[in-house]
């Protein structure tokens, strides 16, 4: 086997996986303001920033060669019910509204959930009981999603986890002659330990318990698979594994059983671990960043949402 590894040029005429700054979408953090600049500790390099700022932020993605960013909205105010989510002035819409304007050719996907909203930081509306009900956070969603839309979002990322989200967006998007708008659907999304960074960036820590009612439990891989297939039988354009590289496997068996184009999202704890590892001088940053990227390839994922696009993009 050695024969094929004696130099670089052996090694590339066999490589069996190629990275390239086309799979590569960016989370932006979006706030209200101008000039707001609010850097997130436990993420470095990623802050949460104000319409002006993430001007700035999509034409260097685009000068990348990065094709998509995917947005999230730090609010002004918190509810019960996350009203800013779907409001027309809301810090998503605006910076959407901006980002259309200023950089028509960066793709933009807008993430829908609530648990950035609401004051209690579950995904949905909850009941007396405290239990996140679902269809009647689906039709919120669906709202929210329509808001987006109508703000210049060229895709919508159900992030929640409610059972029938897919078909209300779908349904919403579709009477509103939004017919032509994709859905990226986080269909295997995990409850995992690895957002507690992104928790902090998004301030979206539930304030009580847990999402296990909601999110997947990590053992599973099956039920990964009904996930994914409800959610394309819904109208998902895309279905998304989240966390990328815990659940290899999960991408991988996706992968195979779906034609369907599958993303991996390379969350908030995967990235700030290797920045942490790093910073301590335990890791080489660059190595690690690109190696985890190739595995998620490698594993079948044909887009990665990752912390790291804007560096990985410009090593490669
Ligand atoms: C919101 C949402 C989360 C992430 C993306 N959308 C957090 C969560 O479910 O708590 C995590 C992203 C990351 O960790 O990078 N539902």
Known sequence: MRRMRASDAHRRMIRETRLSP??????????????????????????????DLLVEEASELVSLGIPAALLFG???????????????HGAVQEALRALK??????????????????????????NEHGFVENDPTAALLAETALSHAQAGADMVAPSDMMDGRVGAIRS????????????????????????GPFREAADSAPQFGDRRSYQMDPPNVREALRE?????QEG???????????YLDVIRAARGRFETPIAAYQVSGEYAMIKAAARLGWLDEQAAALESLTSIARAGAD??????????????
């Open 22 to 51: 086309d799979r590569f979408i960016y989370p932006l953090f979006a706030v209200h303001g101008e000039g707001v600049r609010r850097p997130i500790e436990s993420m470095p390099g990623c802050a949460q920033l104000s319409p």
């Open 303 to 316: 887009m990665i949402v990752t912390y790291f696009a804007k560096d990985a993009a410009r090593l490669l």
């Open 74 to 88: 730090v609010p002004a105010r918190k509810d019960a019910v996350g009203s800013e989510s779907r409001d027309p």
């Open 228 to 232: 994914i297939e409800l959610d394309i």
């Open 172 to 195: 919403a998007l579709d009477a509103a002659e939004y017919a032509h708008l994709p859905i990226m659907s986080y269909a295997a999304k995990y409850a995992s330990a690895f957002y």
């Open 236 to 246: 998902a354009d895309i279905a998304m594994v989240k966390p990328a590289m815990p």
């Open 101 to 126: 304007r200023a950089c028509p050719s960066l793709l933009l996907i807008a993430d829908v959930c609530l648990c950035a909203y609401t004051d209690h930081g579950h995904c949905g509306m909850l």
